[in-house]
């Protein structure tokens, strides 16, 4: 496949924009998103805009721009990257750097995460050019590199370097929100208003060594195997925060009076457990946001296979609610792992304990105009996204990417995995909402 060079402006084919993005193999690591972002830089240069690329790694540059406003509100920021994962031991039925159209889908790495959202943020801007929008406040707008590997020459690097481009911005949009769910047959959108903060620690496990011909009990191996055992039958205690307290109301209520009944109880501490447990698999989606979670994810210990290792290191994958310190973690953990075990934070990333509500009305409005069938509610992502860079500079993002999905659509199976596709009408619903959003900011502001 050549790769495109012409810009591509016909905002009115958001996922003619989105192909191009595809056709660019940002894979990241090493990430190489130079040329993709050029392509956007071409796009907007076109009509108008005078975008600016900031790089820490000439290969991997950022763009950033600004449509101007009126200067009735505080600018708005419209973000997201355009690395993607990689496509390596998946079997795609198109090729994952084409951007084929078929069957109603743009099919390819990134269709949802996120060059379908970046492709409906430009295509917002490209249209409000055209047809001389002047929004309440100035919208800033971010092409980022390097989300998927943690941020260094993205969003990172550009709150950390560079604070003075984002002054005076409240609120920013980027992923992950705003896609079409279903719960029985009520249609909701989940708007993303707050993320859990990764806490990733590590534990060391000391035992006897030795020769590997003398057997030894009670050793290191012998004790890990014991800790993870008891890491996997464990239950830490539930944490009922508001976003999802806010989104089971949302739920309940528009549900019929005994299900309803039912899902409040996971409010209930003493009953959290017992209520999941009874959904089943329909309880899965809820479970990370009421509870501080972890997973061991790697070991390493043993050099040689005739030498007994005297020590054992399990790095485990944790993440806590909002408002939860690493600190508090590890007294939960303490309970199950015993006092003389050793737990090491390894990095942890803060999240704000509160959310700035501001902008939620608004969202909540334009997602009712486009969709009177769905109900917007809050969500709390058990990942992360850039917006916890952001918010060091006190800026609320919101995952706010208008997708109408069918209920036959499943996002978070497809997202990450092969056959990753978008349809071609979710593109345009997002791209048509989104504008909308830039018609009415600043009007509940
Ligand atoms: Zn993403």
Redesign the pocket.
Known sequence: MKTPVSPHIDYQHPEKILQQLIRFNTTNPPGNEKACIEYINQCLKTTGFEPKLIAKDPNRPNLITRLKGKNLAPPLLLYG?VDVVTTEKQAWRHPPFEGKISDGYVWGRGAL??KGGVAMMLAALLRAKAENLKPAGDIVFAALSD??AGGDFGAKYLVTRYPELFSGIRFAIG??GGCATYIGRQKFYPIQVAEKQACWMEIKIKGPGGHGAIPIKGSAMAKTARLLNKIDQIHLPPHITTVPEQMIHTIASAMPFAQGLVLHQLLKPALTNSILNLLGEKGNSFRPMLYNTINPTMIRGGEKINVIPSEISIQLDGRLVPGFSPFDFISELRRIVGKDVGVDIISHDPCPAQTDLGLFALLSDIIREADPEGIPMQMLLPGV?DGRFFSLLNIQSYGFLPMNLAPDFNFFKTIHAADERVPVDAIRFGANTIYRLLEKYGSHV
Request: avoid cysteine; charged fraction near 50%; hydrophobic fraction near 25%.
């Open positions: 990257h995460d996120m989300e998927e992923e992950f996204t």
